[in-house]
């Protein structure tokens, strides 16, 4: 395993990590994740990152708060499948879908509307985000999908294709990408707004 913080390494064994291996695992501070079968480890996170995921969970609560459509979650356990368990760094559900999906163990069975992942360093921290849980969130149908990279100071935002042109339907598609100075809107969070520079340290 690497020594730097924060960067996941993937487990090289050719075999199918299942949702009850994750259970066996030992209590540490380790990240669980499997993605198709694959299993990945990562160590805590750089402090920037934490803050980060802390600022995008701000700017949602207090939206939330304000329109009662529903919530966001820090590191909430997603399980899509018997290969497919994540902890995305930030979650949006709405009350009706978070009520749906909710189990007794506190682990959301099912898709959030929104989910966002802020890098960290290393190769297979971007593999991971940029491609399989891109592909992932694609397949269980997440609804928008922000890739928030805290040293360049911008966001990726991929939305779900309702007919764009060009696009095929029901896929998450490149929208934009954003920086300090741009204004974050949603359809999805009817008078949500939050300019970039608010996700990231002053």
Avoid at 30 to 36: A, D, L, V
């Amino acid at each position: 395993m690497s020594e730097m913080i924060g960067e996941l390494t993937p487990v090289m064994e050719k075999r199918r990590w299942t949702t009850a291996d994750l259970e066996l695992m030992p209590d540490s501070d380790t990240r669980y994740e499997i993605i198709e079968g694959e299993l990945f480890m990562s160590k805590q996170p750089h402090w920037h990152h934490q803050e980060t995921c802390g600022n995008v969970y701000r700017e949602l609560d207090n939206w939330s708060r304000a329109s009662h459509l529903g919530r966001p979650s820090i590191n909430p356990g997603v399980i899509f499948g018997e290969y497919d368990a994540v902890v995305p760094d930030v979650v949006w559900m709405s009350h009706q879908r978070l009520d749906a999906l909710l189990d007794e163990a506190g682990h959301v069975i099912g898709a959030p509307e929104l989910a966002v992942e802020v890098l960290s360093p290393g190769s297979e921290n971007e593999r991971r985000d940029r491609e399989l849980k891109l592909k992932l969130y694609e397949q269980q149908g997440v609804q928008e999908y922000w890739i928030v990279d805290w040293r360049l100071r911008q966001v990726t935002v991929y939305r779900r294709a309702h007919g764009a042109p060009g696009v095929a339907s029901g896929r998450l598609h490149l929208e934009f990408t954003l920086f300090p100075n741009d204004t974050l809107t949603s359809p999805l969070l009817p008078g949500f707004s939050c300019q970039i520079a608010d996700f990231f340290t002053q």
